[in-house]
Structure formats: structure tokens, C-alpha cells
């Protein structure tokens, strides 16, 4: 071996090691597995759908037809047939992506942003405050996740950002529990002793040095919990507490269908399987982070 | 050992009580009078706050929740407004429906998810891999209130085999229970059994390629003995956690499940009792489910302990 590294020369070993670093980076690993990148084709098509939605529909979504209600697919020009209503339920799908992802994205966001703020602050202080934040976390993870959102959806009632709220605050547990796990394990790490004798602040430490050492876990939770979250959306909207009509979401269309099972259940078979296909996407892409993030995880 | 186990037992009174707080502040601020709920809009103002007035709602935040966690500590879950019953007796009523199709369906999930689980990891990268990960992957996704729609379009709608809706009765033989069990049960052993199958494989996967099992294939053991014996041994702790956090969802899942099936248990309780301001029934039903929660939690530590002897629980910092 070393032999041929002499052979070489020390261009030549940059050139190959450069290769290395640039094969072994976390894209490049990711586009290695397969499942993620069919995952990640997924997630583009529905953004694809959420960016474009006021081009590619072919019909207004909120357009009644009456004459035509409960056309089945392909009839009159209506790919995916329309509704109780007579509205074109392609059109209905590619507006519903809008608020179905949208929605999921943003509590996420709003869990990781302060799940990520709790547990860094629990991990880090320790003591009381993590004991007293802890308890509060358990508390709220005793909750049955539905039963959470729908509460807080009966006291702040319908509407998107409620529903971002509402599905945001019962994912802060999780994200909490998970940061100040990380932080626990890093915060007595060597780098972290010699930043604190170097005199930078608490706040530098834990935003500057911890937090970019224990993100991993985080992103690949908030894949996960984006796909968790569609389904919370879409579980809320068909009880009646998420988005309400006539602005289309996956879920609402889903509860519309549900009362027209015999007359027309394709309504109930198309959204539902748009829910379906977008969660499995963000679970594939998620399973697939976290492999090549987390090598310990992997098989 | 002990001394863990009482450690831990203690730590589930602070989370009770935050339970019951959370609960109690979220109820208090749901819109609504529930006295006009009750009475109904055409009510004169009198009559209104006559009820208030009978009900507590006049008192200070603070004596209502006195007196509630008070009542509580004596089993006492109040009366619900709807139904001019004690809550206590209602949801008495409704939790042994729930229990039915929500073990059942963890017990099928069990038998069903873990042997999936081990043959995927025993035969890995073959067909039967591919095809049960891909199958376990699709139920982990799944919405199980649009998996229920699709079970009664075909199987009540378009073939009319089973019914969709109620629990049936036992004066009509244990047959029509099990029957209308089917499909809801169907429904909520969907992820459950996707989950086992994936956590069972991956750890069963960790545990087959470590060197104690080399050693024991080298020194002759048979496969079976191997797999089921040594194997599945120290593949459990794992599976067991999952089997926790299954267990508590499959409430959450009874929520959704029983509202499409008009199942009997606590889930339409609950949906109800939201829709009709039914503060006692809410609070009870809910403190109910989150102390399920808190003391399935706890056995799972427990177990946990006892089949994993390398953990401790007063070491064991870490928050997941």
C-alpha cells in the first residue's frame, strides 16, 4: 500500500483522496440509495404540483358544475371525475397539495423550532429546569396525539395556521426529547470543554458548536414527522376540525367522499391515495437520511 | 433493581399531574358556555345562570381545579352534562369496547409483524424481504381513517360481506360481534403490524451478524435454536419499546377507527363529548387515556429492566 502511494505522488493522492471526500459526502451518499431518491422524486412532484398549482389545473377548483356532479373519471373532460358539487377533483387535488404539504411543513417547523429551543436549554442547564421541562414533555407525550390536536383545535378553531399550531405543539415533544439527548451525550465532549476555557458565551456554545453537532437526528426527524404530519392534517380535516370547505385540502376532500361511498367512491379512492403516496415519499426519504446520516443505524 | 423500580413508580405522579393540569386548562378554553350548550339557545337568561351556578362555572379557576383534582384522587370523575350520568360510569361503559378492538388488534399485529419480522431478517435480500418491507413500508404510511373507507367500499358496499357500522350484540351471538370486529380491527392492526415487522427485522439483523452468534453457528447449534432462542433473545428490547409506543397509539388510532366504524368505545365518546361542550366527560375521558398512557409507559420500562439487564434506569440519562 504504501508503495503505491509513493508511486503516485502527492498530486495524484490529493486528487484521489478529494474523490473520496467527494463520494462519501452525505448527497452523494443519498443519491446512492435508491429508495431515498424515489422518495425524493416523489416529494418534488407534489412540490412540483404546490408551486404550479394555478397553471396546471384545468379547472377552477372552487368551479360548481351541479350538472355534472359525481362524474366519474375520465368523463367530460374530467380527469379524475368531479365531486358532490360537480368541481373538478383533479383541480381539487392539485390546490389541495397546496395546504396538505404546506400545512405538514409548517408545523414542523414550528415543533422543530421549539423542541429544538426547549431541549438545548433542558439538556444543557440540567437540573431543575431540565427536571421541571422534562415532566411538562411527558405530560404532553401522555396525550394521545389526535386527542391533543383536536383540543387545541376546539379551543382555536378551523383554519390553516390553526392546524399548523395545533399539529406543531403536540410534535414539540418529541423534538425536545430528542435535542436533549444529543445535547447530554456532546455537551462534556472535548471540543465543548475547550470552547467554554476559551471563554465564549453559553449562548455561542450551544448555537455556534453544539447545535451544528447534533442536527442529524433533528432533520431526520422532521422528514419523518413531515410524513406524520400530513396524516395529522388529513385525520383533523376529516373529523371536521382542520381546513374547512370550500378550500381544498387532501383531507377534506377525503371527508367529502366519505359520504358518497356508493355513488361515487372514486372521490374517497383518489385523495386518499395522494395522502398515501406523499407520506410514503417523505418516509422513504426520511429511512434514507438517516442511513447515511447515522452509519450506527444502518441495517 | 428496587429502588429503580420506585424511583421510576414516584416519577409518574408529577407527569399525572401535568396531565390532569394540561387537561383541565385546555377544557377551560374551549369556546362555548357549556350551559348554553345544554339548555339550548331558545334558554331564558335565568335558567342559564341558575345551571352556571349548579354547575361551578361561577367559581374561581383556581377552587374548580382544586375541587376537581380533589374529587379525582377520589375516583370521583364528575357528572357529564349530556348525558346526566357520572362520567366515571360512561366511560366504564365505553373502555371495555375500545380495549376489545384495540388489543386485538395489537395482539394480531404481534403474532403477525414479528415472525414477518424475523423470516425478512433470517432470508434477507430475498423476494419474501423485498416484498414484506415494501408491504410494511406502505403500512407505516398509511392513513388508516382512508384504509377504513376502502375496507367498507369493499367489503360492505361492493361485496357486502361484513357490516360497517356498530359493534353488533352478543343477544345475536358472539358470531355478529366478531363480524362487525373484522374491519375496524382490520384498520387499527395495520401500522402496528408494519412497525413490528420493520423494528423486528433491523434489530433482529444488528443481533444476527454479532460475534456471539458467529461463535454458536461455529460450534454447530442448530439454525432454529440459534435464531428463536439466542437471537430473538436479545433482539426483544427493541421491540418491546415499540410494543409500548403502539399500544398508547392505538388510542389515538380507536379515535379515528371507531368514528369511521360508529364503534361504541371511548374514541366517539370523546368526539362527542368535544362536540357538545361536555367539559366532565371531556376532562374524564381524556385524563383517563393519558393515565392509560403514563402506566403502560411505566410497564414497558419495567419490562424493559427486566429483559435488559445492562440498563438502568438511573443511569440511563439520555432522553430517548
Known amino acids: 500500500m504504501t508503495e503505491k502511494k509513493d508511486l503516485l505522488g502527492i498530486e495524484a493522492q490529493v486528487e484521489m483522496l478529494n474523490k473520496e471526500r467527494k463520494s462519501n459526502n452525505a448527497w452523494n451518499k443519498l443519491k446512492r440509495n435508491k429508495t431515498a431518491m424515489f422518495g425524493l422524486i416523489i416529494i418534488c412532484i407534489m412540490v412540483f404540483m404546490v408551486i404550479t398549482a394555478d397553471i396546471i389545473s384545468p379547472y377552477d377548483p372552487n368551479a360548481l358544475d351541479l350538472g355534472n356532479a359525481y362524474s366519474k373519471p375520465g368523463v367530460n373532460g374530467h380527469i379524475f371525475g368531479t365531486d358532490e358539487f360537480g368541481r373538478d377533483l383533479l383541480s381539487r387535488i392539485i390546490y389541495g397539495s397546496r395546504i396538505s404539504i404546506l400545512v405538514a411543513v409548517g408545523a414542523t417547523l414550528v415543533a422543530g423550532a421549539i423542541g429544538l429551543v426547549l431541549g438545548l436549554i433542558s439538556g444543557y442547564s440540567g437540573g431543575i429546569i431540565d427536571s421541571i421541562l422534562m415532566r411538562i414533555m411527558d405530560g404532553m407525550m401522555a396525550f394521545p396525539f389526535v386527542l391533543l390536536a383536536i383540543l387545541l383545535m376546539t379551543i382555536l378553531g378551523s383554519g390553516a395556521v390553526n392546524v399548523v399550531l395545533a399539529i406543531g405543539i403536540a410534535n414539540v415533544p418529541i423534538f425536545a426529547r430528542i435535542v436533549r439527548g444529543q445535547v447530554l451525550v456532546v455537551k462534556n465532549e472535548e471540543y465543548c470543554n475547550a470552547v467554554r476555557v476559551l471563554g465564549a458565551s453559553n449562548f455561542r456554545l450551544l448555537f455556534g458548536h453544539i447545535l451544528p453537532n447534533i442536527i442529524s437526528p433533528v432533520i431526520v426527524q422532521a422528514t419523518l414527522s413531515t410524513a406524520g404530519s400530513i396524516i395529522s392534517e388529513a385525520a383533523l380535516s376529516f373529523l371536521g376540525l382542520g381546513i374547512s370547505p370550500p378550500t381544498a385540502s387532501w383531507g377534506n376532500i377525503l371527508r367529502g367522499g366519505k359520504d358518497y361511498l356508493n355513488t361515487a367512491p372514486h372521490i374517497a379512492m383518489i385523495s386518499g391515495f395522494f395522502i398515501l403516496i406523499t407520506v410514503l415519499g417523505f418516509n422513504l426519504l426520511g429511512d434514507g437520511i438517516r442511513d447515511v446520516l447515522d452509519p450506527k443505524m444502518k441495517k | 433493581m428496587v429502588k429503580t423500580f420506585l424511583r421510576r413508580l414516584l416519577q409518574i405522579i408529577p407527569t399525572l399531574l401535568v396531565v390532569v393540569s394540561i387537561t383541565f386548562v385546555i377544557t377551560r378554553m374551549i369556546p362555548g358556555n357549556p350551559a348554553v350548550t345544554l339548555l339550548g339557545p331558545q334558554a331564558s337568561v335565568e335558567d342559564i345562570a341558575k345551571l352556571e351556578e ?6 374561581s379557576l383556581w377552587k374548580q381545579y382544586t375541587d376537581y383534582v380533589g374529587k379525582l384522587l377520589k375516583g370521583d370523575f364528575g357528572k357529564s352534562y349530556s348525558f346526566n350520568q357520572p362520567v366515571a360510569k360512561l366511560l366504564m361503559d365505553r373502555l371495555p369496547n375500545t380495549l376489545l378492538i384495540s388489543l386485538t388488534s395489537i395482539v394480531l399485529a404481534i403474532l403477525i409483524g414479528i415472525p414477518i419480522g424475523i423470516i425478512s431478517a433470517v432470508k434477507q435480500y430475498t423476494p419474501f424481504d423485498y416484498i ?13 381513517f382512508w384504509l377504513g373507507l376502502m ?6 358496499v361492493n361485496l357486502g360481506w361484513l357490516p360497517s357500522l356498530g359493534m353488533g350484540s352478543l343477544e345475536n351471538g358472539l358470531k355478529d ?8 380491527v382490520t384498520c387499527l392492526t395495520t401500522i402496528p403490524t408494519a412497525t413490528f415487522a420493520r423494528i423486528t427485522r433491523s434489530s433482529m439483523l444488528e443481533v444476527i451478524n454479532a460475534e456471539y452468534i458467529k461463535s454458536l453457528r461455529a460450534g454447530g447449534l442448530k439454525e432454529g435454536v440459534i435464531i428463536y432462542k439466542h437471537a430473538l433473545k436479545n433482539a426483544l428490547p427493541p421491540i ?3 410494543l409500548g409506543i403502539q399500544l398508547a397509539s392505538s388510542f389515538t388510532g380507536a379515535i379515528l377507527t371507531e368514528t369511521i366504524f360508529s364503534w361504541p368505545g371511548m374514541g366517539t365518546l370523546i368526539v362527542g363529548a368535544i362536540e357538545n361542550r361536555d367539559y366532565m366527560l371531556i376532562q374524564g375521558a381524556v385524563v383517563l387515556t393519558a393515565a392509560a398512557f403514563v402506566f ?6 419495567i419490562v424493559y429492566m427486566i429483559i435488559n439487564p445492562k440498563v438502568n434506569l438511573d443511569n440511563a440519562k439520555g432522553g430517548e
Open chain 2, 151 to 156: 375496507l367498507v367500499l369493499v367489503f360492505s
Open chain 2, 240 to 242: 418491546v419499546t415499540v
Open chain 2, 177 to 184: 360481534v366478531i363480524l362487525h370486529m373484522v374491519l375496524p
Open chain 2, 132 to 144: 414484506s418491507m415494501v408491504l410494511a413500508l406502505i403500512g407505516v404510511s398509511m392513513p388508516i
Open chain 2, 296 to 301: 403502560i409507559n411505566l410497564i414497558v420500562d
Open chain 2, 54 to 59: 349548579e354547575l361551578g362555572l361561577n367559581d
